[in-house]
């Protein structure tokens, strides 16, 4: 029986993989096992046990948001196990294990991971390569670490048969690596909602002159009931919004409902960041700018006029 | 670290100089300010090769031309009507030229001048000529001090270290030209088709009419290999730089939407466009050497403008390889005396007349429609046939347009003087 | 400290021509350092400037053709070595073009034993052109180091170990971390420095070593194992490409807002 182990730090995301592994091991769900970091109580066993996996595999003492203490608990797991594939989210965690994992399976491994195939006993891996101007098949020899973006599967369902009836398997900690030590954590500091999880997402680039005039991306964000994002300049250059909110392929990726790129150019490191984006609307002087050709609609006109208008007309002023 | 010569710029000019002297025996540093030679300017779709043929005479089997230049077409657009006057040459290596890309062409002629031992470094500005006691000693870039006997500047049209090295008075606004030009993407079959081509054949189009509305400037259109060079060049004098390219986006756009410019590019995909300042002639103004210090190529104004086309690069390649002889031979002041007796002056003694009737604003207006009316009524079978003839025609044409049958007689006359 | 800086000429994506459905043209696309690499080659230099030590950067081609790569990888290597590495090392070989990064990490180790002993190699967190992110931590396994990726910051102390800043999902780390190791940087961690004109000339006197496979004692990527890319496709970009143009603003946002309403987006 081919045999796929998955984890990712967020329980839904757990559900995505877990349809993705069971592309990858040819359709059944019997090997699959599910890495769980933190205590896992009946609550929380739940739902993923109702899916039909094979095994869930509990590291209490593992946190899942400490990269490090995750590496432990896969590596404990798959120098004991050897399974043939390991599934994990491709974000900043799944990005820094998989690597290693790899190696130390001997095996391949492929991160960004946007679809599976499964055919005639070998699987092909889809992926953005080229800053999102190539997908790429590849063909994955299994021992193979994937690493799969957010969102690209459904989540896993509850299976027809009694639920609860997943093999609950308790990992021991084999002890730190000592020569790595986290010496002071805290959480992020935000502007506000998550970029990743905004539906709405307005985004600021160069075509903006000054800080303070960010507030009409501010305005536009709030009519629209979403979130403010800016290009890396604007962030890493100017300052002007904290470090977590630039997009870009290798700042925060965004896959919102709507996103409306204001001033902003369209550097494929920024699009390749955006791309997931249903719809794209830019907002840009120049009509030869690479985002007009990239957005669904783009009005070219100075954002210093329009968004004025733009945010009246959706709060239904005249 | 020390050269017998240093060269600022790595376009046409440039790369010319530095690889003659290097063929000469010298050591030469070839400063470009781009990341590599040709990015910095994409502008030039047409060569005249008599200067490479000196240069590199092996170049046909290397160097990356595009197509060879067969046809000629001089055409006129008036709303949506059009005449072309085209001019072809059955035979091959009639000598005119190839339409090329730059940033292909540029890195080839300074790998060349590498082959030949020039030391190239690319991606760094030059700020300053190191001007001492009235000679030109070397070059400041940032930090960095480079002193050479030859100093050759090759910077481009803006010219400002020749101006600072006391070569050329300071450039006014009102010397620039703007050019726009797309460079569109199709199948090389679907090229020939098209132009009426043969593999490897090219054409070369001009145009006048109202597309400029009224401006003194014209459009182009070159065959490259698979793509299609399309743009337009506008004397833009009174405008801001920036009014200037915004106005001549959207003469170039008018332009591209004419039903005969469009149906040459139809389908086509844009992979690439570009805006640049196009230097008037400065021959005469720019003074060629000094001590120490030579100007070559557009750096010493040897661009002819003529409103809708410019040529350059066989003057930029014929300039560089005279200064370089001029060093090799140790007295550079020999240069502008050699560059004045060859090709390059003896075109420009004859261009002033030419560049005089370029501006006949009548050529940007009245005469397109003309050309275009009187043609197409020619041809026209509804009217009765009134025995005008083709003669009759043009008069009354002119007659609408405003012109006097003498003022055309005159400028008729002017032209054929001035070409 | 002896510090390896890892740079990769990626494909430079910008000038990639992309026709939907189909291949894109990598063979006529340029090559240069990948971006990210550029600030580990940075970092790497002004540890040496700070703490003394030496610089060696290490590139394994995997892009062909060789020949037209080989001129564009000697280019960026006068860029890296202008920029202060003191030596760069290339592993050039048909073979390992196109290689897995299972491969291209493996070619790495060995070049680094060959060329070592290090203390701390440094590497971008990805590169434009693939941004697998794989190779370091592929790197670190073979070599038995730890790992530690996106640092925006490194802190040389004393006693055999580095200090590294960096944010993973919602937190901010500090982690120290014994050497020898590898560690990833992220764009944030510094501005690579633009080499002067001395620099660029004294790059060209500087140590280039090109290396093959065989001089490395290693057998070409066997087959039936790591990955394998079958083709690479642009993918077909679904945009409307509505352009909105209208006499005032007032117009243009009115329109705008019937076109969303009407898609069903607000």
Partial sequence: ?318 | MSFDAVVVGAGPAGSAAALQMARRGMSVLLVERGERPGTKNVFGGRMYSWALEKLVPGFRGEAPLEREVTREVLGFLWRDSWVEFQVGRGERAAGQGYTLLRPRFDSWLAEVAEGEGVTLVSGIRVDAPVVEGGRVTGIAAGPDRIAAPVTILAEGALGLLAEAAGLRPPTRARDFAVGVKEVLELPEEKIEDRFGLSSGEGSAQLYLGDFTGGIPGGGFVYTNRDTISVGVTLRLGAYSAGEARARTWEVLERFKSHPRIASYLRGGRLVEYSAHSLPETQYGRVRAAGPGVAAVGDAAGLAANLGITVRGMDFALESGRLAAEAAASGDLLSYPRALREGPVGRTFERFGAAARFMENPRLYSSYPRVIVAAASRSFDVREEVRGEGLIGIARSELGAAGVSTVRALLDVLAAARSM | ?266
């Fill in chain 1, 1 to 318: 029986m081919t045999r796929a182990l998955v984890f990712s730090p967020d329980d839904d995301r757990c559900l995505e993989l877990i349809s993705a592994a069971s592309v990858a091991t040819g359709g059944g769900l019997d090997g699959v096992d599910l890495l769980l970091a933190g205590p896992a109580g009946e609550e929380r066993l739940r739902t993923p046990s109702s899916t039909g996996v094979g095994r869930i595999v509990v590291a209490e003492w593992s946190d899942p948001t400490d990269a490090f203490s995750v590496d432990r608990a896969l590596r404990a797991w798959i120098g004991r196990e050897r399974p043939d594939y390991v599934l994990l989210t491709s974000d900043r965690i799944g990005r820094q294990v998989a690597g290693g994992l790899a190696q130390l399976l001997g095996g391949g491994a492929s991160t960004e991971v946007v679809g599976l195939e499964s055919a005639g006993g070998s699987l092909t891996v889809k992926r953005m390569v080229l800053g999102g101007k190539g997908i790429a098949s590849e063909e994955v020899d299994t021992p193979a670490v994937l690493a799969i973006q957010p969102g690209r599967f459904p989540p896993a369902e509850a299976s027809g048969t009694a639920g609860g009836a997943a093999e609950v398997v308790r990992l021991e900690d084999p002890g730190a690596d000592h020569r790595v030590r986290i010496v002071e954590r805290r959480p992020r500091e935000r502007s506000g909602v998550r970029l990743e999880d905004a539906e709405v997402v307005v985004v600021a680039g160069r075509g903006f002159e000054r800080r303070e005039d960010l507030r009409l991306a501010f305005e536009l964000a709030e009519a629209l009931g979403g979130a403010v994002g800016a290009t890396r300049p604007l962030v890493a250059d100017l300052g002007w919004l904290p470090g977590s909110d630039w997009i870009g392929i290798s700042g925060v990726r965004i896959s919102p409902r709507l996103m409306v790129a204001v001033g902003v150019s369209g550097q494929m490191q920024f699009l390749a960041g955006a791309l997931d984006s249903k719809v794209i609307v830019a907002v840009n002087k120049d009509p030869n700018a690479p985002i007009v050709g990239a957005s669904d609609y783009a009005v070219v006109a100075d954002l210093y006029e329009f968004l004025p208008a733009l945010i009246e007309v959706l709060r239904g002023g005249r």
């Fill in chain 3, 1 to 266: 400290m002896d510090v390896a800086a890892l740079v990769k000429l990626a494909l430079d994506v910008e000038g990639l021509r992309a026709e939907p459905g189909e291949a894109p043209r990598v063979d006529q696309a340029p090559t240069k350092v990948s971006e990210i690499d550029l600030n580990a080659v940075e970092e790497a230099v002004s540890i040496r400037e700070r703490v003394g030590g030496s610089v060696t950067a290490f590139s394994v081609l995997n892009w062909g053709p060789l020949s037209r790569r080989m001129r564009e990888a000697r280019e960026a290597a006068k860029r890296v070595l202008a920029m202060g590495a003191d030596r760069f090392v290339l592993v050039a070989d048909e073979a390992a073009v196109g290689a897995d990064t299972g491969f291209t990490a493996a070619a790495l180790a060995a070049a680094l034993r060959a060329r070592g002993p290090f203390d701390l190699v440094l590497a971008g967190e990805g590169t434009e052109d693939s941004f697998g992110g794989l190779v370091p931590g592929r790197l670190a396994q073979e070599l038995g180091w730890p790992y530690v990726p996106y640092a925006d910051g490194v802190e040389v102390g004393g006693g055999g170990s580095v200090r590294v800043r960096r944010a993973v999902g919602d937190f901010e780390e500090v982690v120290e971390v014994d050497l020898p190791a590898v560690i990833s940087v992220t764009q944030e961690i510094n501005k690579p420095r633009i080499p002067t004109l001395m620099q660029i000339l004294q790059a060209g006197k500087k140590p280039l070593e090109v290396l093959s496979l065989s001089d490395l004692g290693l057998p070409g990527p066997g087959a039936g194992r790591g990955v394998r890319v079958s083709s690479v496709v642009s993918p077909r970009v679904e945009r409307r490409g509505v352009v909105i143009e209208a006499e005032s603003p007032r117009e243009a946002a009115e329109r705008l807002v019937e076109e969303l309403r009407r898609a069903g987006v607000i």
